[in-house]
């Protein structure tokens, strides 16, 4: 596609409930990251993918947080067990660097509601 | 790791003034910095950035200072015009040898144009 798609745009989960957002980057995109970004705030990296490789996953705030990517292109961030502060938009960015330090891509977004 | 703050938070300039937004970063090996603009419900997009190894880069409107000693960086837009309003993001990441560098964000600085 011409950018990086995200899926659902919007989700409102009841407390407790697991989700899963899904992203699919740009193809031929090597890097993939998911951030975390709250009202008001800038984004906050949770997690970074070289192809099908989890590098790096510092961000992650709780076990409940799971990301993959096992065909290195469709990303999936799974939230078990969701508590009202997951409440946030996560964006997913793709770049082309395989370093990860080049321009990032990223999409509208997928906002969660834990009510 | 990095820590990156941005300021001020909120910034109000008349049409044709120009507006400044400086950033600092705590960790010296960061040597990519990246501009990103946020339009209200929309994502980031990359309006300039920067390496370390150059001091300043300039896109028509739009320039950008590093001061590595001072582990600082600038924002700079002259002849604001209102469709530059949105908020205004800061990155920094390091990229060497074999290790991947995610963007580390500030906070944010929302830019106000009034016509």
């Known amino acids: 596609g011409a950018g990086v798609s995200q899926s659902p745009r919007y989700k409102v989960a009841k407390r407790g409930q697991d989700v899963a957002l899904r992203c699919d980057p740009i193809s031929g995109h090597v890097s993939l990251f998911w951030y975390q970004q709250a009202l008001g705030q800038g984004p906050e990296f949770l997690t970074y993918f070289q192809n099908e490789a989890q590098l790096d996953k510092s961000g992650l705030p709780s076990d409940r947080f799971f990301a993959e990517r096992p065909e290195g292109s469709v990303s999936t961030l799974k939230i078990q067990r969701t508590q009202q502060e997951d409440s946030a938009v996560y964006l997913c960015a793709s770049s082309y660097s395989r370093q990860g330090a080049g321009e990032l891509f990223f999409g509208e977004g997928s906002r969660l509601t834990v009510l | 790791g990095e820590n990156v703050e941005q300021h001020p938070s909120t910034l109000s300039v008349q049409e044709g003034d120009s507006a400044v937004i400086k950033c600092t970063y705590s960790?010296?090996?960061?040597?990519?910095f990246p501009w990103y603009k946020q339009e209200l419900g929309k994502r980031p997009q990359l309006i300039i950035d920067i390496r370390s190894n150059v001091g300043e880069k300039k896109d028509q409107r739009i320039a950008v200072t590093l001061n590595k000693t001072a582990k600082h960086f600038s924002l700079h837009i002259t002849e604001t015009q209102p469709e530059d309003s949105a908020v205004y993001f800061c990155?920094?990441?390091?990229?060497?040898?074999?290790?991947?560098?995610?963007?580390?964000f500030g906070k944010g600085t929302k830019l106000s144009v009034k016509p």
């Open positions: 990155a920094a990441s390091r990229n060497y040898g074999g290790s991947q560098g995610n963007l580390i």
């Open positions: 960790d010296s090996a960061s040597n990519y």
